[in-house]
């Protein structure tokens, strides 16, 4: 009797141990090899990754770095492209799992609606790797770990840019926004962030909010609807710069100087963006960065070893004035 009591007694230790950690290990999260360590060769691990689409200059980096990680890794990658739909990534998930590949990446383009394949992806006891984006499950046991940006982060440095630049405004600044994908984690955390940070400041206020679906094409478009229905605009928050770059089209197409009439703040800083701040035509940039292949190379190692990996992964990043844009430009890699 007293030998059972302390078997669980140690058992019970054990499990509160790993939940105190925030790691996250094969077998707790329906694990390589049904629960212990695969120990496979690197050319023996076959990772499927189920990208968002090619929305954007940060999507087209994000996949190129992935790939090339892979590549340098010797790791077999299988790539699905889901053009921004949620059926083309749930049927490539559901492929991978029938393929049975050892690892499911992916970046999920909406936050709600991942339970079902999640668990058939637990089921088969493959360990799912979310990478830039969050899924909004309350089992939390369905994916290893979330590698990527703090968006709320990213939206507050752009609200707080904005209550800065605005601080001794005595009459109202009206503010557009142009939001990314309708029920994607960065439109949902970047808007939240942004409404936070300009909130002590009653004279910040956000007239126009719409999605552009993070595509140059609707910055533009909502952009030119904004700027016929809104009487004045000082300023606009693109939570992309791609989306920043259409409007800053539809801004000059209007006899308007983007940068100088309208101030634009944007998220992401890729190559394009950043020769638009330093040309004078964004104003300021927050970073997010694209570069997640290394990162996701050491996930999938850590957990074909039977290491633990935390729960949560954020990536570094920074921010960009006019003048960071031009020191930094020669040398950026994206
Ligand atoms: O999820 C990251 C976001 O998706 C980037 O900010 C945007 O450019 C991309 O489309």
Sequence with gaps: MKKTVGLFAAAALVMALSACSGGATPAATGGAAGGGAANKPLDKIVVGFAQVGAESGWRTANTKDIQESFKAAGIDLKFSDAQQKQENQISAIRSYIQQGVDYIAFSPVVQTGWDAVLNEAKAAKIPVILTDRAVDSKDTSLYATFLGSDFVLEGKKAGEWVANEYKSASAPVNIVQLE????????????????????????????????????????????????????????????????????????????????????????????????????GKINFIVECSPLLGKQLIDIVKKLNAGQPVEKRIVTEETTFTQDQAKTALPTRKY
């Excluded at 101030?263 to 040309?279: E, P, S």
């Design 180 to 279: 990314g994908t309708t029920g994607s984690a960065p439109a949902i955390d970047r808007a939240k962030g942004f409404a936070d940070a300009i909130a002590s400041n009653t004279n910040l206020k956000v007239v126009a909010s719409q999605t552009g679906d993070f595509t140059r094409a609707g910055g533009k478009q909502v952009m030119e609807a904004f700027l016929k229905s809104q009487p004045k605009i000082d300023l606009v928050f693109a939570q992309n710069d791609d989306m920043g770059l259409g409007a800053i089209e539809a801004i000059e197409a209007a006899g308007k100087v983007p940068g100088k009439d309208i101030k634009i703040v944007t998220v992401d800083a890729v190559k394009d963006g950043m020769q638009a701040l330093a040309d």
